[in-house]
């Protein structure tokens, strides 16, 4: 059973930076692209940021420039360096691995974790 695990949320000042990580675990052969997602109280959750497996990025418009993604594929591992933050920047933060193969063969079309909350203080 594939896992995606987050870690590194918390509280931070407006201007801060937080740098949040995603493990897969399991039995992987190999996840094709890797991405964050948050959701803030009352609004859809939304795409921050992504990347595959040969480091191609994509980046919203509203963290471009503040946000950098990326991933150690030898762990299994993507990073979001998140810094200038602002209040509206505050949601629980999501990963999810997409086109996941394990080693046995079994695939996934995608993989989300339990979210992590980053909340920003004015």
């Known amino acids: 059973q594939v896992q995606m695990v987050e870690s590194g949320g918390g509280l931070v000042q407006a201007g801060g930076s937080l740098r949040l990580s995603c493990a897969a675990s399991?039995?992987?052969?190999?996840?094709?692209?890797m991405g964050w997602w948050r959701q803030a109280p009352g609004k859809l959750r939304e795409l921050v940021a992504a990347?595959?497996?040969?480091?191609?990025?994509t980046y919203s418009n509203s963290v471009k420039g503040r946000f950098t993604i990326s991933r150690d594929n030898a762990k299994n591992t993507t990073y979001l360096q998140m810094n200038s933050l602002k209040p509206e920047d505050t949601a629980v933060y999501y990963c999810?691995?997409?086109?996941?193969?394990?080693?046995?063969?079994?695939?996934?079309?995608?993989?989300w974790g339990q979210g992590t909350l980053v909340t920003v203080s004015s």
């Open positions: 990347v595959t497996h040969a480091g191609y990025t």
């Open positions: 999810r691995g997409d086109s996941i193969v394990e080693v046995k063969g079994r695939r996934y079309l995608e993989v």
């Open positions: 399991g039995s992987i052969f190999s996840i094709n692209a």
